[in-house]
């Protein structure tokens, strides 16, 4: 794990697509207005309220279904939606929407208040998180009548599901802690030279990472460096990073990364790299 030096210095939104299509046809028409990333803190005890904006701009109202969701993510691109109250940082028995289905009229838009109650408990540290999930809701699909000579044809509809990540963080508590994992180098066939890792949360808080790297060469000259802000991270999930350093000639290089968490002091680790 790489050690704190001193400090020198997720709209993050899930939007899934299931489609699939065999005859034309118009899908559920309604978007989430709001910020798919809710953050509030609180303490113990606290309660408090927000609400889902969902518009529907088209020509025929629209049903909308809401649920909850686990949410994690790792380094690899997987994402995991699973049944809400398994993940031992899940937030979800916390929350109460006010509403599971609302009937959205043609041009006009829903307000969907939902409340957070976190629980009364000493124990709770660092950040608690879930999904609520929204859904357009899908008319059932239609068979089209087989002209003489040709095949029925049955068009199948689209659902658009959008995941609102829901994050308590409990006060100031719980430590941001960074893991670096897999650090490799690759030349490109243009010359590019690049170094990717993957950054683990492995602390009990979530935070938005700025990351950079400094590359050094054999006389300690400095020849790359780059920079770049996430999104929310949450403990347990991870993020590939990958940082663009240009053509830097062939040779062996002293690589530093650093990641900035928000707190006083950043991480940073040393790897020696070969492009």
Do not use: C
């Not at 629209?62 to 969701?69: D, G, K, P, S, W």
């Amino acid at each position: 794990m790489p050690s704190p030096v001193l400090r020198t210095a997720v709209r993050a939104s899930i939007a899934l697509a299931f489609a699939a299509a065999a005859a034309p046809r118009l899908a559920a028409q309604v978007a989430v207005l709001s910020s798919t990333v809710e953050e509030h803190t609180a303490a113990p005890g606290d309660s408090y309220s927000a609400r889902i904006v969902v518009s529907n701009p088209g020509s025929t109202p629209e049903v909308v279904r809401l649920y909850q969701t686990d949410y994690l993510f790792a380094s690899d691109g997987t994402s995991h939606f699973d049944e809400p109250g398994k993940v031992p940082r899940s937030n979800a028995g916390w929350i109460s929407l006010q509403s599971t289905q609302v009937t959205i009229p043609a041009g006009t838009t829903a307000n969907i208040p939902y409340t957070v109650t976190v629980p009364r408990a000493d124990s709770l540290r660092g950040s608690y998180w879930s999904t609520v999930m929204v859904e357009g809701a899908v008319r059932p699909p239609q068979t089209t009548s087989a002209e003489p000579g040709h095949k029925a044809q049955v068009g199948i509809g689209t659902a658009v599901r959008y995941a609102i990540q829901v994050a308590t963080h409990i006060g100031s508590s719980g430590t941001r802690s960074v893991q670096f994992v897999g650090t490799a180098a690759q030349r490109a066939a243009d010359g590019g030279s690049t170094v990717t890792l993957d950054v683990h949360d492995v602390g009990e808080r979530a935070y938005r990472p700025t990351l950079w790297i400094e590359v050094y060469d054999s006389l300690g000259a400095l020849r790359g460096k780059a920079r770049q802000s996430r999104g929310l991270l949450y403990p347990g999930t991870s993020l590939r990073q990958t940082f663009d350093l240009g053509k830097l000639p062939p040779g062996t290089y002293k690589a530093v990364i650093f990641a900035d968490t928000g707190e006083d002091s950043v991480y940073a680790s040393q790897y020696t790299v070969v492009f």
